[in-house]
């Protein structure tokens, strides 16, 4: 079964892409590096612009490519952090006040709470039991076969997949580091270059 998580793995990473951060849709409390690849919560709130795009309240950021068709991979690397929230979302989602991290508002996400609670945020959220923590986790997009899944990289191990999904719009990687948890980095490895929840509603 491994060796055939192994094959699997190897095949989506082919379809790798190089991802950044868009600083335009940082929230006020995110720390971005100057390339664009690492993210975490900081302990002041920076004076920026409220333009549209940018999450007002929830701690989260978007990457600056999006992806309209075909197949997508990209990695991120969370080892040593207790929060996170990663995933891809639809163009058009709420990023002003409460967001709902569910399918049907635009976000195909997983997230750990609290150090070893997994979730896939499905609406309602799905409890996932996993064998290790991962410390680096795959994201692949299929838009023809409406898949999103999600892979334990170390472990070449399926974590969740998102099936019968409809794809209308560009999709964006999203990214949320969780509260700052001493000089953890929230990292962005990817394979070519490589909180306040109570304002996220799951």
Sequence with gaps: MKKLFEAELKR???????VTLDPDTAH??????????????????KNL????????????????QSF???????????????????GVVRESINRKGQITLRPDDGYWTICLRN??????????????SLKSQPE???????????????YDVAAAA????FTGCSFTEKLYP?????????????????????CSYNVLDF
């Design 12 to 18: 989506v990473q082919q379809y790798a892409e190089d």
């Design 28 to 45: 006020h409390w995110l720390i971005l590096s100057d390339d664009g690849k690492q993210v975490n919560h900081g302990y002041l709130r």
């Design 49 to 64: 612009p409220d333009n549209p795009e940018r999450f007002s309240a929830a701690p989260c950021v978007l990457g600056k």
């Design 68 to 86: 309209s068709s075909s197949r997508f991979y990209f990695e991120v690397q969370v080892k040593g952090k207790t929060d996170w929230i990663l």
């Design 115 to 128: 150090g070893n609670k997994y979730k896939a945020l499905a609406g309602p959220p799905v409890c996932l």
């Design 136 to 150: 680096k986790v795959g994201v692949f997009v299929d838009h023809e076969e409406g898949l999103v899944s999600f």
């Design 158 to 161: 399926l974590i969740y997949s």
């Design 174 to 194: 999203l990214f949320s580091p969780g509260l700052n948890d001493g000089d953890s980095m929230f990292h962005c490895h990817l394979l070519c270059h490589c």
